[in-house]
Nanobody, 120 residues
Framework: VQLQASGGGLVQPGGSLRLSCTAS????????MGWYRQAPGKQRELVAA???????NYADSVKGRFTISRDNGKNTVYLQMNNLKPEDTAVYYC???????????????WGQGTQVTVSS
C-alpha cells in the first residue's frame, strides 16, 4: 500500500494550492483520511481530516481557508488551501485509516510529505 501526495510548492501570501493524495495497492476499504503538517522545529499537527461519509474537521488555524474533500472511487483525498499565510509553511503529510482486508486494519498509514512554502 502506498500513499502518494502531490501539489506542494512555493506560493505568495494570499495565494492558493491544492494538495492531492492517492492511496494505491491492496486496499479493501479506507475509513478516515487526513492531512497533517510539520513546520521546522515544531511537532506534527492535524490540519484536516475527513471520514468515509465525508464528515470533516479542521484545525482552528485553517478554518475558513482550507477545504478537505475526497473521491472514494479514486481513493484520493484533496486539500484546497486558499488565502495562504507564511505560517502555513510546512511539510504536509497525507494520512489514512485503512483496511487491507476484513479484520486487518492500519489506523495510521502515512504517505511521504510534500513541501508547502508561503513566501513573498
Amino acid at each position: 500500500v502506498q500513499l502518494q501526495a502531490s501539489g506542494g510548492g512555493l506560493v505568495q501570501p494570499g495565494g492558493s494550492l491544492r494538495l492531492s493524495c492517492t492511496a494505491s495497492g491492496s486496499i479493501f476499504s479506507i475509513n478516515a483520511m487526513g492531512w497533517y503538517r510539520q513546520a521546522p522545529g515544531k511537532q506534527r499537527e492535524l490540519v484536516a481530516a475527513i471520514t468515509s461519509g465525508r464528515s470533516a474537521n479542521y484545525a482552528d488555524s485553517v478554518k475558513g481557508r482550507f477545504t478537505i474533500s475526497r473521491d472514494n472511487g479514486k481513493n484520493t483525498v484533496y486539500l484546497q488551501m486558499n488565502n495562504l499565510k507564511p505560517e502555513d509553511t510546512a511539510v504536509y503529510y497525507c494520512n489514512a485509516d485503512l483496511n487491507i482486508r476484513v479484520g486487518i486494519r492500519f489506523p495510521d498509514y502515512w504517505g511521504q510529505g510534500t513541501q508547502v512554502t508561503v513566501s513573498s
